[in-house]
């Protein structure tokens, strides 16, 4: 009998990780593979789905008649359906912020391997050559006192926005909502529309969740706007990035280049610009460090034991509210 189950293929010490969490009266065990035979299988008799990026909708809830609890396992929650999660009568809850810190520190990362051209360096020093005048001559940026715009200042926009601190960048955001003047003061960021932020950074970082709003809002036109040799960074969810857009404006040599952590079609072979150099890829590692992983499954496994004892979830994902209460 498995009462948690992982609803996508997990590495066993991923698997040990979540049994070591639960309570000993509740056996967890992952799916072998994404074939839906195999989750009808095992989820008959399951209690709590912990769900990576399977679509939850109405078909597959139906596959697990005793679900008690729809648990995302991490901050984005586009696949989840929250009008079948409220039909099933079952909550459904998300983990925000549990890995806000790591997946800023990747961001980060992307940005100073870009500026410092670190790539381009590193294969040059290993292929013998030794290329520091030309690269100098050539120029090499910097993070101090950049000009960097975070789109999104959710718990892993303010992240980044600490950890740029101690750069002495100039950072600016914008948000739908613009935050407390308290915390744009403790972070150091100023807010500014969309469109004067595109304009004036020469970095530019993506924060923002994937919805219908969001769905390509980095293309041609918001490309033309940012100055010339800027680059772009995206941290949050390939569907936010017009990848041909992004092609155009690199090839053109108007951005000097991109950092990304997703792309659209995040399976083997999915990286669309093994081509060009100046755009750096990594495949959704951002989050799921030792530590990342860690706070992510105690946050979930926290809502399972809340379940199990009557209470309500935290961090219900928005639009299932009040869902199985």
């Known amino acids: 009998m498995t009462r948690a189950l992982c609803t996508e293929p997990l590495p066993d010490a991923l698997v040990e990780i979540c049994r070591s969490l639960l309570p000993n009266n509740v056996p967890c065990a992952a799916v072998p593979t994404l074939a839906l035979d195999d989750f009808a299988r095992m989820a008959a008799d399951a209690e709590f789905l912990l769900v990576g990026h399977r679509p939850v909708d109405d078909a597959l809830l ?157 293309g041609d036109e918001q490309f033309a706007r940012m100055p010339a040799g800027s680059y772009l960074i995206n941290t949050s969810r390939g569907t936010l990035v017009d990848e041909d857009a992004l092609r155009r404006a690199v090839e053109s040599g108007h951005l000097a280049g991109a950092g990304l952590d997703a792309v659209q079609n995040e399976t083997a072979g999915g990286n669309p610009f093994t081509d060009l150099p100046q755009i750096v890829v990594t495949p959704h590692t951002a989050g799921p460090t030792v530590r990342g992983v860690q706070a992510i499954l105690e946050q979930a496994i926290a809502n399972v034991v809340r379940v199990l004892n009557g209470e309500p979830v935290m961090d219900p994902i928005p639009g299932t509210d009040g869902a199985g209460g």
């Open 62 to 218: 139906a596959m697990a008649p005793n679900v008690r609890l729809v648990q995302r396992l991490g901050l984005g929650h586009e696949n989840i359906d929250a009008g079948a999660v409220v039909r099933a009568g079952v909550p459904a809850a998300y983990t925000p912020g549990a890995n806000a810190g790591v997946v800023a520190e990747h961001t980060i990362m992307l940005m100073l391997v870009l500026v410092k051209r670190f790539l381009e360096a590193e294969a040059a020093a290993r292929a013998g050559g030794w290329p520091m005048m030309k690269m100098a001559a050539e120029g090499i940026g910097d993070l101090e006192q950049a000009t960097i715009g975070l789109i999104g200042l959710g718990y892993i926009g303010q992240a980044v926005a600490e950890r740029l601190l101690p750069f002495q960048a100039d950072v600016r955001y914008h948000t739908r909502h613009r935050v407390d003047a308290s915390l744009e003061e403790r972070l150091g960021v100023t807010y500014l529309p969309l469109d004067e932020l595109l304009d004036t950074s020469h970095i530019v970082s993506l924060h923002v969740p994937a919805t219908d709003e969001t769905h390509h809002m980095m």
